[in-house]
């Protein structure tokens, strides 16, 4: 594999340093940006900082499925590999999404950090934490029906006929999920998810009145 010498004040995306000759255990960073217009400079100074051998980017939505430089670091990394994030929304489309890429990463014996909620697979408490979210993710699909249903039979007893919610229900739940069981702010999930603030608290009341009246 070639490479070559970064200078220290560069850190052009999809390159590598050169590392001393040692067995493979490479920190391998990845870094994003919803737009061409956004700066990734921020997140490959983070990540530099970190001591990455690689960096791969891209400058696209999180909610795209087709993410070049996501697709290049997958095909890269290696057994014994960690790979690093500035945060979880910058890796992952969804939470569903993000579990589906731990497991993949578990399965190919590959660590996984995110520097801002300080998670790290390789520790008890990053493992913990995953498999915690993992956990609620299976209830809220379980529980997710249940309301819908709910939500239908109250909309019929109102007499109202129902028709193409405005948001996905996918997206309400994802945030809903995120902002119960996370450290993010309000503003912060809306902005992961592309959802408004008033369709989030509105997406939580609702919620909470079908708890009140199930049996």
């Known amino acids: ?28 960073g990845y870094a994003r940006v919803s737009s061409s217009a ?21 400058r696209v939505s999180g909610i795209k499925a087709d993410r ?36 993949t990463f578990e399965h190919q014996d590959i660590e996984m950090v995110s520097l801002r909620e ?12 995953l498999a915690m979210m993992g956990g609620i993710a299976q209830m809220e699909r379980e529980l997710k029906a249940e309301r819908t249903a709910a939500g239908r039979a ?26 119960l069981h996370s450290d993010r702010t309000a503003a912060e999930v809306c902005h992961t998810v592309g959802i408004g603030r008033r369709t989030l608290f509105s997406y939580l009341a609702q919620v909470k009145r079908q708890e009140l009246i199930s049996p």
Not at 41 to 53: E, S, V
Not at 118 to 129: E, Q
């Open 1 to 28: 594999m070639s490479s070559r010498t970064i200078p220290q004040t560069q850190w052009p995306g999809n390159e590598e340093l050169v590392m001393p000759s040692s067995p493979r255990a490479y920190k391998v």
């Open 38 to 58: 956004q700066k990734l400079d921020a997140q490959f100074d983070a990540l530099k900082h970190t001591g990455c051998h690689k960096v791969f980017s891209d």
């Open 68 to 103: 070049p430089g996501w697709e290049q670091l997958m095909a890269y990394v290696r057994p014994g590999d960690r790979v690093i994030v500035t945060e979880l929304s910058r890796m992952s489309r969804s939470l569903m999404h993000l579990l589906e890429v731990v497991k």
């Open 118 to 129: 300080n998670i790290d697979t390789s520790t008890a408490t990053g493992r913990g934490f």
């Open 154 to 179: 109250a909309a019929k007893a109102r007499g109202r006929t129902g028709g193409r919610p405005r948001t996905a229900p996918d997206k309400l739940e994802e945030a809903r999920i995120l902002y």
